[in-house]
């Protein structure tokens, strides 16, 4: 494992998707007032919810605006990354371009995740950013060494939960063939993050934290960010973390046993 | 002579297209899945008790994501991303020679793809049911017909508007971003997230100018039996079908006359 050749072979995976990518420049403007038409149909739809209710869920409508940030900034990375590249995975599969990115001297995985980029997600994150700026403002939260680090912790281990969650579908690919469809299902999994898990029936509660951890995503960061977490949650989501990240790399290893290549 | 010749055509196409479409059955079913989204929005509102701040009963709401659910199902439109895939390949080419509108190929596989689909939504209504006893009901043949028929007046404006948007494919080769662009305000304004009912009254003012509120919410209210003006959403309905078809057809003659191939 060389880890400056994976950073100098990162650093010309950048250079040639941003060359493609910038080919459709009206794209990208196109992308961005997506991006903020979404933010503020989310924030709408948050503004009826509590239109007669001070709280949703225990959450007050500052508090959830945490929530719309974290679930805009994580989108945003989904739509930079997760969404470009592992989408590419069903094609390399169905056409048998996978064959060639086996061959090459660098590990297939890192490849098949890393390879594109597109750059409207950025613009994505920032306004994520933004508003999870505006939000510290209007809830007062005082910035400090252990919060911003406490924070950066979670935020990390949702952005890999999130990650695993799209490998793993997208490597069915190789029994299926087609698992575009389930990739929709995902998202629309995703689409509760923009909620606080409290707002749910206690049954959904459970399905979306323990089958499908998407409760981990937004609620955990949100409530670091609130001061109101507990010291058993952020440890519990480090450990869900590692475990999702190690159980779909051995899943990869596992599926390419059962890549047979297409028309043969 | 003609009609039987049309006759036979429309009856060809849908038989392919319809065969066609029963190879991908778990691809629909998957589909069918990821439109769930409006019971998790009904679970925010039951669990929340928000609903009594609008004046509709929990069950009266739940009969209404229900419907939408169901309007949704059957007035899905994907025409922009089949037309795009098909103009970047070249495929339309062919196409055009033949003596038919490619729309109307479109048209088929939407149509099939419905009836495909129906089984699967009629699955997820019964769990619905199952797990929501009390607000089962049977609605009354007239209102049945008549919600069938503002289904498809609905999945008639989107399919224009769609296939409008498709013909810009003509002019810049990327038209699903601005396809993706339109489905936004669609899915917040729409009433698929929350009942148009509940917007706020600076919204509701002038929403119903929109095509928007046409596409699922006037057909879930007429579905589920909540208040609703018949005779005027199904004439705002017929209007914008009435308004969009000449600009489609426009777009299409001077969109076929800028064509070139690829690689001409």
Redesign the interface.
């Known amino acids: 494992m060389n880890l400056r050749k994976y950073f100098k072979v990162y650093k010309k995976f950048l250079y040639s998707s941003f060359a493609s990518e910038l080919e459709?420049k009206?794209?990208i403007l196109?992308?961005l007032?997506?991006a903020i038409?979404?933010l503020i149909?989310?924030i709408?739809?948050l503004?009826?919810?509590f239109?007669?209710?001070g709280y949703?869920?225990g959450w007050k409508f500052e508090q959830a605006l945490i929530i719309q940030a974290i679930y805009t900034i994580l989108n945003g990375i989904t739509n930079t990354w997760f969404n470009p590249n592992l989408t590419e995975i069903v094609k390399h599969i169905r056409e048998g371009t996978l064959d060639f990115v086996l061959l090459k001297p660098i590990d297939s995985q890192f490849f098949i995740s890393l390879k594109k980029i597109n750059p409207s997600g950025f613009l994505e994150i920032m306004l994520g950013f933004f508003l999870l700026l505006f939000c510290i403002r209007i809830n007062q939260i005082n910035l400090s060494l252990s919060f911003l680090s406490l924070s950066l912790i979670t935020i990390s281990c949702s952005i890999c939960i999130l990650y695993s969650l799209w490998f793993f579908i997208s490597t069915t690919t190789i029994w299926?063939v087609?698992t575009?469809?389930?990739i929709?299902?995902l998202?629309?999994f995703l689409?509760?993050g923009r909620?606080p898990l409290n707002?749910?029936?206690f049954s959904?509660r459970i399905f979306f934290s323990i089958i499908i951890p998407i409760a981990f995503i937004t609620t955990i960061p949100s409530e670091v960010f609130l001061g109101l977490s507990q010291l058993w949650k952020i440890l519990l989501e480090v450990i869900v973390a590692s475990v999702f990240l190690i159980t779909s790399r051995k899943f990869w290893i596992f599926a390419l046993k059962f890549y047979s290549s297409a028309s043969s | 002579m003609k009609s039987n010749l049309i006759n036979r055509k429309i009856f060809t196409l849908l038989k392919v297209q319809y065969s066609n479409m029963l190879e991908y059955r778990v691809e629909i079913a998957l589909w069918a899945i990821s439109g769930i989204i409006p019971f998790f929005m009904l679970n925010i509102w039951t669990n929340n008790n928000l609903y009594e701040s609008i004046n509709i009963s929990d069950v009266l709401l739940s009969r209404y994501f229900l419907c939408a659910f169901f309007v949704r199902q059957f007035s899905v439109v994907w025409v922009v991303f089949s037309f795009e895939e098909d103009s970047l390949m070249g495929k339309v080419s062919p196409y055009l020679i033949q003596p038919l509108n490619p729309f109307f190929r479109y048209f088929a596989q939407h149509l099939a793809e419905q009836i495909t689909r129906f089984p699967f939504a009629l699955i997820i209504a019964f769990f619905f049911f199952i797990f929501n006893p009390e607000s089962l009901w049977i609605p009354n043949l007239g209102i049945l017909l008549l919600s069938i028929v503002s289904t498809f007046l609905s999945f008639l404006i989107q399919f224009l508007i769609q296939s409008i948007v498709a013909c810009l494919c003509f002019w810049t080769e990327k038209a699903s971003s601005i396809e993706r662009l339109l489905f936004i305000p669609t899915l917040f304004l729409s009433g698929l997230l929350a009942p148009v009912v509940s917007f706020p009254s600076y919204v509701k003012s002038w929403i119903y100018l929109t095509p928007f509120p046409y596409l699922i919410d006037f057909p879930a209210n007429l579905l589920s039996g909540n208040e609703t003006n018949i005779s005027g959403g199904l004439s705002m309905q017929i209007l914008w079908i009435f308004l969009l078809f000449p600009l489609f057809k426009k777009i299409w003659s001077e969109g076929t006359k800028k064509y070139t191939a690829m690689g001409s």
């Open positions: 459709y009206t794209n196109v992308d007032i997506t038409l979404s149909g989310s709408f739809l503004s009826i919810f239109q007669n209710n949703i869920g299926f087609k575009w469809n389930a929709e299902v998202r629309s689409y509760i909620f707002s749910f029936s959904l």
